[in-house]
Nanobody, 119 residues
Framework: QVQLVESGGGLVQTGGSLTLSCAAS????????ISWFRQAPGTERDLLAR????????YTRDSVKDRFTISRDNAKNTVYLQMISLKPEDTAIYYC????????????WGQGTQVTVSS
């Protein structure tokens, strides 16, 4: 069992930066793929980035890859989403999720953290 806790959200002005954290407890991320999603009101939850923890390989959605970076801290068992040049359309609840590598299945979800970008 893995518990995921997101943090780092908040209110930022257009052009600002935030770094979101997804910390795991209960077990390590070893063998898991960790993903970041976001969901704005009235929209579907969209995948932003993914990392295969043990391999260190990453994927970032084309529409945000010039501004968002997924990274990790092995010692802290934490995955980050660094976001720069934020825009009002980035306003959403951001979630991290974890599941088996190579399978589009997410067994564990965090509670979400709100990101609001003011114009």
């Amino acid at each position: 069992q893995v518990q995921l806790v997101e943090s780092g959200g908040g209110l930022v002005q257009t052009g600002g930066s935030l770094t979101l954290s997804c910390a795991a407890s209960g077990r390590s991320f070893s063998g898991l793929s960790i993903s970041w999603f976001r969901q704005a009101p009235g929209t579907e939850r969209d995948l932003l980035a993914r990392m295969a923890w043990s391999l260190g390989t990453t994927y970032t959605r084309d529409s945000v890859k010039d501004r968002f970076t997924i990274s990790r801290d092995n010692a802290k068992n934490t995955v980050y989403l660094q976001m720069i040049s934020l825009k009002p359309e980035d306003t959403a609840i951001y979630y991290c999720a974890a599941g088996p590598v190579g399978v589009l299945r997410y067994d564990y979800w965090g509670q979400g953290t709100q990101v609001t970008v003011s114009s």
